[in-house]
């Protein structure tokens, strides 16, 4: 989701020119950790830093890392600019390029003010699958190109999904994602809406290819990021809606299904941390642990027993609008989308 409430400091665009996409091995950093629980130093050092590793991009959304696999290169990230509508790719040698233009909108002429991909991932084949706006579907396509994209899902029972927001793959060879209106021309009072705003799952493919779509949860006013637990028996959806901030925990059940959630996080403890506005994209690491975009950062939450909500360990405070975030490099860079930067912070958790 993008809003346009970042408060850094303008020198950060000179250190990289107006409005371009420049690198250099001397990054910039932004923004402080703030650490609420001594458990926190557990996952990021003391001396920690948020390197600025690009900037001049309009939204930045759904960045994914890439292992190399055989017959593919890797080590390098990619992620969205939704309002540009191209996939951009980052490594630490040659900085940013272009990796796919168009990414979400193939049409002619305007379709909004984010038409392209949002959330990005790898599935378990090594396809990235993009949750893709102006399109209003989720694709996937083999990272070399060869063979075009292949629709996964556009629509539930004969009608169109509105503007798929983010994708996570699950090692069944199904596909769980959240639908939104927030890439639609009038988002929610759009004329061309024709569903709820829910979370669907994809179907594994059957013999002769096909795949079903069912919605998994309906009662969310907006849900936004994401995930699965490291052992794919919870999966967990974050909520963009500002006046209900929440981030839900479902068992997934035998049939791909999930049951009733419960709140892990809600309005309440981000009140108590000074933190305000709805949460967007997030990732978990090998413990469990949640890494969640809201409060102008990036909110770190530990697992408890029971059924209440999750420990709040601190805060990755960038200090405006932030999007997604992923894990990258060995698996302890997190590498963090916030408004019109690329960022990235070196942890000692490992990501899943």
């Known amino acids: 989701m993008r809003t346009h409430s970042f408060t850094v400091l303008i020198g950060l665009l000179t250190a990289f020119g107006s409005a371009s996409i420049a690198q250099t091995t001397n990054y910039p950093t932004i923004g402080q ?13 003391k001396d920690a830093k948020i390197d600025v590793l690009a900037s001049g991009f309009i939204w930045t959304e759904g960045p994914v890392w890439v292992r190399p696999r055989a017959g593919q290169d890797g080590n390098f990230l990619l992620f969205s600019d939704v309002p540009q509508n191209t996939i951009f790719k980052w490594t630490e040698k040659d900085g940013v390029t272009t990796f796919l233009k168009p990414s979400g909108y193939t049409g002619l002429g305007r379709y909004s003010d984010e038409p392209g991909s949002n959330g990005l991932t790898i599935d378990p084949q090594g396809y990235l699958v993009a949750a893709e706006h102006g399109d209003r579907r989720i694709s996937r396509m083999p990272l070399n190109g060869l063979g075009g994209k292949q629709t996964l899902a556009d629509s ?51 013999a002769d290819g096909r795949r079903t779509v069912a919605i998994v949860v309906s009662d969310l006013t907006r849900p936004n990021g994401i995930a699965f637990s490291p052992d794919e028996k919870t999966l967990y959806v974050a909520q963009s809606d500002p006046a209900n901030p929440v981030i839900m925990a479902y068992p997934v059940q035998a049939d791909g299904m999930v049951g009733k959630g419960r709140v892990i996080i809600g309005k309440e403890q981000m009140a108590k941390q000074g933190l305000r506005g709805g949460f967007d994209g997030m990732k978990v690491d090998q413990s469990g642990n949640i890494w969640a975009t809201g409060g102008g950062g990036v909110v770190v ?14 805060h990755i405070r960038i200090g405006g609008a932030t999007a997604n975030c992923a894990w990258g490099d060995d698996g302890s860079t997190l590498y963090i989308t916030a408004d019109m930067y690329l960022c990235r912070i070196k942890t000692t958790a490992k990501g899943f």
């Open 301 to 314: 939450l530990a697992p408890t027993a029971g059924t209440g909500p999750y420990d709040f360990l601190g």
């Open 33 to 45: 950790v703030v650490r609420t629980d001594a458990r926190l130093d557990n996952l990021i050092p």
């Open 156 to 206: 539930y029972q004969g009608k169109r999904l509105n503007s798929p927001n983010d994708v996570v793959s699950h090692s069944s060879g199904s596909y769980y994602f959240t639908d939104p209106p927030y890439g639609m021309p009038n988002r929610e009072k759009d004329t061309t809406r024709q569903l709820g705003l829910n979370v669907y799952r994809i179907s594994p493919a059957q």
